[in-house]
C-alpha cells in the first residue's frame, strides 16, 4: 500500500514556496504520492471552502514534476466537465512526458452550482458529460492520431503527441459513491478515489456495490485508493465520533491496517478540515506526517521508511 500527501493548493498558506516545500519534503520523508484539488471559478459557493488563492493543478503539478524525481504527482480531482478534453488529454500527457510517467489522474464530476454557471456548463449533465469527455480523453492518449463521436465532443483526425509516458494510459482515479460514480470507476478502470467515508460503509456497502457494478459489466473491480482524513489527537476519539483517519497514532494505524486488508493500494491523507487559517501553519501538519512516517507506515507493505 502507498501513502500519500493531498498538498493544499488555495487558502492564505497557498503560494509557490509552500508548494515546493511540501513536495520535496515529502519525497525525502518516503510518502509516495503528492496531489491536489481543482476549481476554476472561485465563486462565493467555492470561497466558503476553498478560497483564493486558488493554484491551477495541472501547472502547478507540472512545475513540481521539474523539482522532484520519485514522487507521484495526481489530481484529486481534476472537475471533468470544466475544460475542453482535447485540452486536458494534451495537458495531462505532457505533464506524465515531464514528469516520466509519475502522474495519477484523479477525477471528478464536480458541484457548485454557482461554478458551473460561471463557466457556462450544464450543471444536471455533468455526470454525462464526464463520461463523454473521458471517453475521448483515452482515445487521445492512446491514439497518435484520434477521432472520436460522442454527445458532448466530437473530432476527427486530432494528432495526439505527444503521447503520455505510461501504457496504456496515466492511471484514472474516479472520486465519488454514488452508483453512476462506482460505474464510472469500474469503466475506466484505474482505481475508485472515495473521500472521507467511513471504513464500515467501505467494508458492507461501498466495495461490495463496487464489486457488483464490476461483474455485472463483465469487467476488472478497480483499486481501491481513497482519500482520509488524517488528525492525530492525545486521547482517543468514540469511533462514533471520527472518520477514519482520526485520533490517536494507534487508531490511525488500525485504520491504515484495516484498509490494507480490504485491498486498497493507495491511501491519501488529507490535514484540511475546513479551518482556513490552520492552513497557514504548514509546521503543524508536517508535525503529524513525520510522527506517522516514524511510527507507523512501515507496517505498509511498501514502507515509506
Known amino acids: ?16 514556496e509552500s508548494f515546493a516545500d511540501w513536495a520535496l519534503r515529502a519525497e525525502a520523508t518516503g510518502y509516495h504520492m503528492v496531489m491536489i484539488s481543482d476549481h476554476v471559478a472561485i465563486t462565493p459557493d467555492v470561497a466558503s471552502r476553498y478560497p483564493a488563492p486558488f493554484y491551477d493543478p495541472l501547472t502547478t503539478l507540472a512545475w513540481l514534476a521539474g523539482m522532484t524525481k520519485t514522487i507521484e504527482l495526481g489530481t484529486t480531482v481534476l472537475v471533468v466537465p470544466y475544460r475542453n478534453p482535447l485540452l486536458v488529454a494534451r495537458m495531462t500527457a505532457n505533464l506524465d512526458r515531464f514528469s516520466g510517467g509519475r502522474f495519477i489522474f484523479g477525477v471528478g464530476v464536480g458541484g457548485p452550482p454557482l461554478e458551473f454557471a460561471a463557466l457556462g456548463q450544464p450543471r444536471h449533465e455533468r455526470g454525462a458529460m464526464a463520461d463523454d469527455y473521458l471517453a475521448a480523453i483515452v482515445e487521445l492518449w492512446t491514439h497518435e492520431r484520434a477521432s472520436y463521436d460522442g454527445r458532448y465532443v466530437s473530432f476527427a483526425d486530432v494528432q495526439s503527441a505527444p503521447m503520455p509516458v505510461q501504457s496504456p494510459h496515466p492511471p484514472i482515479w474516479v472520486g465519488g459513491s454514488s452508483d453512476a460514480a462506482l460505474r464510472r470507476a469500474v469503466r475506466f478502470g484505474g482505481g475508485w478515489h472515495p473521500i472521507s467515508v467511513p471504513v464500515n460503509w467501505l467494508r458492507d456497502t461501498g466495495l ?19 482519500r482520509i482524513r488524517f488528525r492525530l489527537t492525545e486521547s482517543p476519539l468514540a469511533d462514533a465520533d471520527r472518520l477514519v483517519g482520526e485520533g490517536t497514532m494507534d487508531q490511525v494505524r488500525d485504520d491504515l491496517i484495516e484498509l490494507q486488508s480490504l ?9 484540511y478540515a475546513g479551518d482556513l487559517e490552520a492552513t497557514a501553519d504548514h509546521e503543524a501538519a508536517w508535525r503529524m506526517f513525520t510522527a506517522l512516517a516514524d511510527q507507523v507506515l512501515d507496517l505498509t507493505r511498501e514502507s515509506v521508511r
Open 208 to 226: 461490495p456495490r463496487l464489486r457488483q457494478i464490476a461483474d455485472d459489466a463483465g469487467l476488472p473491480m478497480p483499486d481501491l485508493c481513497p
Open 263 to 271: 485491498g486498497a493500494t493507495y491511501v491519501l491523507l488529507d490535514t
Open 1 to 16: 500500500m502507498r501513502v500519500g500527501i493531498n498538498l493544499l493548493n488555495f487558502g492564505p498558506g497557498a503560494n509557490p
